[in-house]
C-alpha cells in the first residue's frame, strides 16, 4: 500500500490500545508501519535496480525483528524519547506485520519468505492506492479532532486523555479488515466466472482478477497457450467473455531467447507474473527485430505499464535494452 495509508495505520494500532505498551507509542508505531519501505534507497540504482529490490528482503518475515528495532531505535536514540524497550518492540512488530499485510493485499504481491523462496505472494484484492480506504483512514484521522472542537475541549487546556481517538481507531482498522474480507469475496467470485468459460475454444490455463477502484468492477486476466484475453467484469451485470481483447503469445523466434539473456529481461523476469512477448520487425537498422515482454498484470501492449524492450540488428546481436517502471495509463 502507499505511505499514507501505512502511517495512519500506524497511528491508529497506537490509538486502538498499544500506546499502553510503551511511551512514545505513536511515532515509533507510525515509522514501524512503513520501515519494510526503506528499500526505496534501492531506485538511486535505477528503476530496475528498484524494482529488483523493492518488497525485497524488507518485506519478508525473517526481517521483521529488525524492521521493528530500528524505528524504537530511532525514536530513542535520535528523538530522544523515552520507550519501553520490550513494549516497544513488541508494538513496533505489530506495525510491521500490518505492513506486509496491507501489501499482501496488493497485485504487486510480496516475497515473505525471503531468502529461502523468492516467491511471490498476493491477494490481488485492492490497488497499492485505495480511496476507499484512504476515505474512512482520514475520517479516523479528522473524527477525534472534530469531536474535541465540537466539544470544545480544545479551549478547555485539559491534558489530551489516553484514550483518544481510541473509538474512530477501531473504526478505522475493522473497516480495513472487514473491507479486505469483501473484497475477497468478489474476487473468488470474478475469478470463478472467468474459470468457469472457454474461450476461443480453449480452457484458461489459468486467471487473474484485479482490482479496480469500484469494489464491484475488475479486470479480468485470462491466459490459455496460444493468447492472452483481457475483459471488464461487472458483479453487478453479465459477463461476455466473447467482448474481450486478446493478445496473441509471440510465435518461436531466436530472438526471444537472445533478449531473454540480456541482464535487463533477466531481471525483469523475476518480476513478471504473467509474461506477454511480442516480436515486431523494424525498419531501422536494416532487418531488425524489437523483442518486448509485458507484465499484463499492470497493463497491456496497447496501453503498457511494466515493460522491457530490446532492439536486435539483423545478425541477432543486442543493439539497445529499455525498461518502463509504472501502472498502466487508466482507460
Same mark, same amino acid.
Given at each position: 500500500? *502507499?505511505?499514507?495509508?501505512?502511517?495512519?495505520?500506524?497511528?491508529?494500532?497506537?490509538?486502538?490500545?498499544?500506546?499502553?505498551?510503551?511511551?512514545?507509542?505513536?511515532?515509533?508505531?507510525?515509522?514501524?508501519?512503513?520501515?519494510?519501505?526503506?528499500?526505496?534507497?534501492?531506485?538511486?540504482?535505477?528503476?530496475?535496480?528498484?524494482?529488483?529490490?523493492?518488497?525485497?528482503?524488507?518485506?519478508?518475515?525473517?526481517?521483521?525483528?529488525?524492521?521493528?528495532?530500528?524505528?524504537?531505535?530511532?525514536?530513542?536514540?535520535?528523538?530522544?524519547?523515552?520507550?519501553?524497550?520490550?513494549?516497544?518492540?513488541?508494538?513496533?512488530?505489530?506495525? !510491521?506485520?500490518?505492513?506486509?499485510?496491507?501489501?499482501?493485499?496488493?497485485?504487486?504481491?510480496?516475497?515473505?519468505?525471503?531468502?529461502?523462496?523468492?516467491?511471490?505472494?498476493?491477494? *490481488?484484492?485492492?490497488?497499492?492506492?485505495?480511496?476507499?480506504?484512504?476515505?474512512?483512514?482520514?475520517?479516523?484521522?479528522?473524527?477525534?479532532?472534530?469531536?474535541?472542537?465540537?466539544?470544545?475541549?480544545?479551549?478547555?487546556?485539559?491534558?489530551?486523555?489516553?484514550?483518544?481517538?481510541?473509538?474512530?481507531?477501531?473504526?478505522?482498522?475493522?473497516?480495513?479488515?472487514?473491507?479486505?474480507?469483501?473484497?475477497?469475496?468478489?474476487?473468488?467470485?470474478?475469478?470463478?466466472?472467468?474459470?468457469?468459460?472457454?474461450?476461443?475454444?480453449?480452457?484458461? *490455463?489459468?486467471?487473474?482478477?484485479?482490482?479496480?477502484?469500484?469494489?464491484?468492477?475488475?479486470?479480468?486476466?485470462?491466459?490459455?497457450?496460444?493468447?492472452?484475453? !483481457?475483459? *471488464?467484469?461487472?458483479?453487478?451485470?453479465?459477463?461476455?467473455?466473447?467482448?474481450?481483447?486478446?493478445?496473441?503469445?509471440?510465435?518461436?523466434?531466436?530472438?526471444?531467447?537472445?533478449?531473454?539473456?540480456?541482464?535487463?529481461?533477466?531481471?525483469?523476469?523475476?518480476?513478471?507474473?504473467?509474461?506477454?512477448?511480442?516480436?515486431?520487425?523494424?525498419?531501422?537498422?536494416?532487418?531488425?527485430?524489437?523483442?518486448?515482454?509485458?507484465?499484463?498484470?499492470?497493463?497491456?501492449?496497447?496501453?503498457?505499464?511494466?515493460?522491457?524492450?530490446?532492439?536486435?540488428?539483423?545478425?541477432?546481436?543486442?543493439?539497445?535494452?529499455?525498461?518502463?517502471?509504472?501502472?498502466?495509463?487508466?482507460?
Amino acid at each position: 500500500m *502507499d505511505p499514507l495509508t501505512h502511517t495512519a495505520t500506524g497511528l491508529f494500532l497506537s490509538r486502538a490500545g498499544l500506546n499502553r505498551w510503551t511511551p512514545s507509542a505513536a511515532p515509533i508505531l507510525m515509522l514501524a508501519a512503513n520501515a519494510p519501505d526503506i528499500d526505496i534507497v534501492t531506485a538511486s540504482g535505477g528503476s530496475l535496480n528498484y524494482l529488483h529490490f523493492h518488497r525485497h528482503l524488507t518485506h519478508s518475515l525473517v526481517a521483521m525483528p529488525v524492521m521493528a528495532i530500528l524505528p524504537v531505535l530511532l525514536v530513542w536514540g535520535v528523538f530522544r524519547q523515552p520507550v519501553r524497550w520490550i513494549g516497544a518492540f513488541l508494538a513496533a512488530l505489530v506495525a !510491521v506485520a500490518s505492513h506486509l499485510l496491507l501489501d499482501l493485499t496488493n497485485v504487486y504481491g510480496i516475497r515473505l519468505f525471503l531468502p529461502f523462496s523468492d516467491e511471490w505472494l498476493r491477494l *490481488d484484492l485492492t490497488g497499492v492506492v485505495d480511496l476507499w480506504i484512504w476515505a474512512v483512514l482520514l475520517l479516523g484521522v479528522a473524527g477525534p479532532w472534530l469531536a474535541r472542537l465540537v466539544s470544545a475541549e480544545i479551549s478547555s487546556g485539559k491534558a489530551r486523555p489516553a484514550h483518544y481517538g481510541r473509538g474512530f481507531a477501531w473504526f478505522a482498522l475493522l473497516f480495513v479488515f472487514i473491507y479486505n474480507v469483501g473484497r475477497a469475496v468478489l474476487h473468488q467470485r470474478v475469478v470463478t466466472a472467468l474459470e468457469s468459460r472457454t474461450y476461443q475454444r480453449e480452457v484458461p *490455463d489459468r486467471v487473474a482478477a484485479i482490482p479496480g477502484f469500484n469494489p464491484f468492477h475488475w479486470r479480468g486476466l485470462v491466459e490459455t497457450q496460444e493468447f492472452y484475453e !483481457v475483459s *471488464d467484469l461487472d458483479l453487478a451485470g453479465s459477463f461476455d467473455p466473447t467482448r474481450g481483447t486478446v493478445f496473441y503469445k509471440a510465435a518461436p523466434d531466436p530472438s526471444l531467447e537472445i533478449a531473454r539473456q540480456t541482464p535487463t529481461f533477466h531481471q525483469f523476469l523475476t518480476f513478471v507474473q504473467f509474461p506477454l512477448w511480442k516480436v515486431t520487425p523494424v525498419a531501422q537498422p536494416e532487418d531488425a527485430k524489437r523483442v518486448e515482454l509485458f507484465d499484463m498484470r499492470f497493463g497491456t501492449p496497447n496501453q503498457p505499464g511494466f515493460m522491457t524492450s530490446a532492439l536486435l540488428n539483423g545478425q541477432g546481436a543486442i543493439v539497445e535494452t529499455s525498461f518502463q517502471f509504472g501502472a498502466a495509463r487508466p482507460r
